[in-house]
């Protein structure tokens, strides 16, 4: 790969996505190891930097930055770098706006370090839960100011990045020669699964076209079915990034007044439990959203490049990705179980049985995905195809795990322990959603830059370590929920812990090591220099 | 659908259902009185919580082995958690505590001894510093 001062083309674009993403892991994972280093019990001091134990308000402040700078900056930074080469591609069409494109990895930049930035200097540190009234009550209004702007600036990327994809689909080209209401009317049909459906229902009633002695247009192509979750996320996406800015618009609405006037108004006249309703139906477009169906649509991608077999039950994925949608919109009451004042009806039904949806739709998905592998063997066992694999596992193993804290009796003896974090959370996103995301990255770069990775040892390594040490870990964290952990709290002085504790930082390490691997492999491959210039066209070398 | 399709989808079916049914029912001990037979408690404790303090009934808190006693916790501010805890760190149940509501919750100890209190959710910096040591006292 080299790079010049010739205009900015897909790839390049894609790779400074992925570049940036990759820098954000390697900041959540450093950001991760001290608060396990704060867990076990461990001292360091790096003058001028990081004193462990830290101080509680940092340690929150933390706490605060590490799942944001994780999802926003490692997650969506690498969805967008391949879904913004992916969808134009696959649909045969230029970018929308390539200034757009590139513009607004800049917004997000700027608004994740904002975020980072007023936990780290200003100690905000009212976790990404963000319970009302406690951002307002708790923290310096300058923090809350930093930490929402910040948050707002993040959220108008996401929504820039829908509207480039959403207006490239809709684009008119030769490939694509639909008028364009008529591309409008497709997209949205496959953005909420509707068009198998119809389809299917025409195909029942017999409608004639022009292809079978009838008089009406045949039906157009469908969109290929990664683009179809592409888009399907794409709506969870918008909802959730209203839903953040509202609460990021609702703290500015209390703070500023005090800010600028030293007026304090009085928080509780907004409903905690009315808020806690819609900031996590909000957020669960992410993980209960975004994150299932994005990952499931580049899962519909990868079997089949993988396999060079089309993907098995095709009409049936279809059909799943219709019914995520309502299914991510009607779980949000299981972060709610423990809240006795809301009904014990929504409790039930929409924190425990609607959630079991997401045990057919990916329980589907996965076995369509694993049904492609099945007949394409003998297969090669590539490193995407390890780390697809990896990240099934992961998605299988957190899945169940957070079905079990999604229950109406379980809960009450699970709700906030390391169970949580552990089996559930970290074992989703490193095993899962981080596994699934480097089969990408390794199935793109010899796209994206005409060679895969050097060194085939040093992927390996990658591989075995990410797995075991993000599985290790998980494992680690979550056993301490028997011993009555809770998550969030520091236990100094409580050694009863430290044994779980101290496995989860080993694992942490090893986790770290695999990380270390893919870089080395990443800069030996390229330069540093080339990775650079990526983003300073002036420093590369002369061809 | 394909043959392999809807094996796999009645085997999804059957677990769900299986799970569902199992976790909802009485089986599950303290489903039996949180959820379906919800008994008249024989004593209730009101604890109020306010700037990372709680506060408990003059009495203390005293329960009998095998009695449904109700809790009602109330914040004054921000959102808490009320979580009780055996003496071996096993947590027996917790709930969270919104400020503006009684959060309420009937419990029946199966054992006697000495139980934790500790707050549950994280509520700001000196949210783990909110713990009450044998708070409560089950007699046989």
Known sequence: ?543 | MEKEEKHYLYVLIVAALLINAITVSPLIPWQGWTFWSKPTPTSAFDISICNYQFTLPSGGIRAKVSEPVKFVVTSCDVTYGFGVFHKSGRMLFQIQVLPNYGNEIVWIFDEPGSYTIRSTEYSGPEHPFMVLPDAITVVP
């Not at chain 1, 936990?119 to 905000?124: D, K």
């Not at chain 1, 959220?155 to 509207?163: D, G, K, N, R, T």
């Not at chain 1, 796209?447 to 085939?456: A, F, H, I, P, Q």
Request: glycine share 10%; hydrophobic share 55%.
């Open chain 1, 1 to 543: 790969m080299t790079m010049s001062k010739a205009p900015m083309t897909l790839q390049v674009l894609s790779l400074r996505y992925a570049v940036v993403a990759i820098v954000f892991l390697a900041l959540a994972g450093i950001e991760g190891m001290f608060m396990r280093t704060q867990l076990s019990n461990i001292s360091v001091n790096v003058p001028g930097v990081i004193t462990i134990p830290m101080t509680p308000e940092h340690y929150y402040a933390m706490l605060t930055a590490h799942p944001l700078v994780g999802a926003y900056g490692w997650a969506y930074l690498a969805v967008f770098a391949a879904f913004y080469f992916l969808v134009p591609t696959l649909t045969k069409k230029p970018l929308y706006s390539m200034r757009l494109a590139n513009g607004h990895m800049w917004m997000h930049i700027v608004g994740l370090l904002t975020v980072w930035s007023a936990g780290y200097f200003l100690r905000f540190g009212s976790l990404y839960t963000v319970y009302w009234p406690l951002p307002v009550v708790r923290f310096p209004p300058v923090s809350v100011v930093a930490f929402a702007v910040g948050l707002a600036l993040v959220e108008l990327s996401v929504l820039c990045f829908i509207f480039n994809l959403f207006a490239t689909i809709l684009m008119r080209s030769e490939a694509s020669p639909l008028p364009k209401g008529v591309a409008l009317h497709s997209l949205l049909m496959a953005s909420f699964g509707l068009d198998g459906m119809v389809r299917s229902l025409r195909g029942l009633f017999g409608r004639k076209t022009a292809l079978n002695g009838g008089t009406h247009a045949p039906d157009p192509e469908p969109l290929p079915v990664f683009v179809v979750a592409v888009m399907r996320g794409s709506i969870d996406a918008v909802l959730n990034a209203v839903v953040l800015a509202g609460a990021g618009v609702l703290m500015l609405v209390f703070t500023l007044p005090t800010l600028l006037t030293g007026l304090r108004l009085d928080p509780l006249i907004i409903d905690p439990l009315v808020y806690k309703n819609v900031f996590w139906w909000g957020l669960d477009m992410i993980a209960d959203g975004d994150v299932l169906i994005w990952v499931a649509g580049t899962l519909y991608l990868l079997a089949p490049i993988l396999t060079n077999r089309p993907l098995y039950g095709e009409q049936v994925v279809r059909y799943v990705i219709l019914t995520d949608l309502i299914v991510s919109m009607g779980v949000w009451s299981h972060h709610l179980l423990s809240d006795r004042p809301q009904p014990d009806w929504m409790r039930l039904i929409s924190g425990q049985f609607i959630t079991w949806g997401e045990f057919f739709t990916m329980g589907l998905s996965f076995f369509s995905v694993l049904m492609t592998l099945w007949l394409a063997r003998p297969l090669k066992f590539n490193m995407p195809m390890k780390f697809m694999l990896g990240g099934i596992m992961g998605f299988a193993l957190g899945g169940g795990s957070g079905l079990l804290q999604a229950n109406f009796a379980v809960n009450l003896v699970m709700h906030n322990t390391q169970w949580v974090p552990g089996f559930h959370i970290h074992q989703m996103l490193l095993t899962g959603l981080s596994s699934i995301l480097f089969a990408a990255i390794y199935a793109l770069l010899p796209m994206l830059t005409g060679t895969g990775l050097k060194s085939e040892r040093l992927s390996n390594l990658h591989f075995w370590l990410w797995t075991i040490g993000g599985v290790g870990m998980a494992f680690s964290m979550g056993l301490a929920w028997r011993d009555g952990m809770l998550r969030r709290t520091l236990y100094r002085g409580v050694e009863m812990y430290l044994p779980y504790m101290n496995a989860a930082t080993f694992f942490g390490v090893v986790l770290a090591l695999g990380f270390l691997a893919f870089l080395v492999n990443l800069v030996r491959t390229y330069g540093l220099r080339t990775l650079i210039a990526l983003f300073i066209p002036s420093i590369a070398k002369p061809k």
